[in-house]
């Protein structure tokens, strides 16, 4: 953790630990062999850099767009450019396939990779994993079928300040969790592809939101969810911007304002106040490329009045995606459930879907109507984490 985030306090007898154990635990083995599928933004400028600072090893690279691909390669040393994805798959070389295409593009090349099973071990698919919940049950039960790793690039859950109030929660710093609250005012890129979906802020944005208090709270019992237009997206849509509110069994409430909208004066902060304390922050996202770090200050009620604000040099793009890749890599060679299992991700994806619900009907949607369309074996392995 950074040094001038500490030095504030140290004069102090301080009876909070800001050891927060913010950054990826990674495996002993981490040299497995990475093909990349797309050659884009992501990829180009998050994922393969998060790689490279890591040391990780990445064999292979395809795209849409073959000189694209080259161009890649050339800038991160990648020893093989294939013409196109599904070579990349039977390249033997390649042990986990990193997906950054289209979500809607994610079920076929699942459906292509479980047969190479062989030398595919893993899979690291975007978010959000598919565009239905059905389609990324289906994923889910291929790679069961197949006896290949899936998991799901949630990346916020990796963001240092979302690392970090986990700790803090999972020590019970704050107490017990009253509300919590998201507030982000900026403005996704949406590209091309999503003009033919029927769902946007909520499926491309507000998943991260969504994921990241499952991540820190668990499962809620219900979500009330309202949408409405964004007038500077010109292509047709019913959810440009999202509000909600989870609702859960011991009475904390979660709130999220994604306002994907806003010209001017970016940015997103959070707020979790419990029996005990107050942990708030920012997310260094907005203001990327430029990039800053995301930010904790910590208060309880031990000490009234003071601010532990406890800082680090990591950003969440592009060092969170180390820990996407390494919590997969780590799952393999232990042989233990991902973090962000494809079967947790369901999870989210059920989220997703009863928010969409819940806007429609203008109510709030229990969990449990969503219940019928997940695999039972992940009902039977949900579990709240506070």
């Excluded at 301080?14 to 050891?19: E, G, V, W």
């Excluded at 986990?96 to 292509?112: G, N």
């Excluded at 929660?169 to 003009?195: C, E, K, N």
């Excluded at 859960?248 to 994604?258: E, N, Q, V």
Aim: net charge negative.
């Amino acid at each position: 953790m950074g040094d001038e985030g500490l030095a504030s306090d140290l004069d102090l007898d301080l009876d909070l630990d800001l050891d927060l154990d913010y950054l990826p635990r990674l495996g002993r083995k981490t040299d497995y062999g990475i093909g990349a599928i797309g050659a884009g933004f992501i990829m180009r400028d998050v994922h393969l850099e998060a790689y490279r600072q890591a040391g990780f090893r990445v064999v292979a690279i395809a795209s849409r767009r073959p000189e694209h691909a080259r161009e890649v390669a050339a800038r991160y040393g990648i020893p093989c450019v294939h013409g196109e994805w599904r070579a990349l798959l039977a390249d033997s070389d390649v042990e986990i396939v990193d997906s950054a295409f289209p979500p809607h593009e994610q079920p076929q090349i699942v459906r292509e990779a479980v047969r190479h099973a062989g030398h595919i071990r893993g899979i690291l698919a975007q978010k959000p994993l598919a565009p239905t919940l059905a389609e990324a049950a289906e994923m889910v039960r291929l790679c069961d079928q197949a006896g290949v790793v899936l998991a799901v690039n949630q990346n916020m859950r990796y963001d240092q300040s979302m690392r970090a109030l986990k700790t803090l929660l999972t020590r019970g710093s704050l107490g017990r969790p009253v509300v919590a609250q998201i507030t982000m005012h900026a403005r996704p890129h949406w590209q091309d592809y999503l003009q033919g979906y029927d769902r946007l802020a909520i499926l491309n944005m507000s998943i991260h939101h969504l994921d990241v208090y499952r991540y820190l709270f668990g499962d809620p019992e219900r979500i009330l969810a309202s949408v409405r237009t964004d007038p500077r997206t010109p292509f047709p849509h019913r959810d440009g911007m999202a509000f909600y509110i989870l609702e859960y069994a011991d009475g904390l409430r979660a709130i999220g304002l994604d306002n994907c909208f806003t010209p001017l004066d970016q940015g997103i902060e959070w707020r979790v106040e419990g029996t005990v304390g107050v942990a708030k922050g920012t997310i260094g996202w907005p203001d990327y490329p430029a990039g800053s770090p995301s930010t904790l200050d910590v208060a309880t009620t031990q000490r009234p009045g003071h601010w532990f604000r406890p800082r680090w040099p990591e950003r969440w793009f592009p060092h969170a995606f180390i820990g996407t890749m390494g919590q997969l890599m780590r799952a393999l060679e232990e042989g233990n459930e991902p973090e962000m299992s494809g079967r947790d991700n369901l999870g989210t994806m059920a989220l997703v879907e009863a928010a969409y619900r819940s806007a429609d009907a203008g109510r709030a949607v229990p969990l449990t109507t969503i219940a019928a369309l997940l695999p039972s074996r992940h009902g039977a392995e949900k579990t709240s984490s506070h």
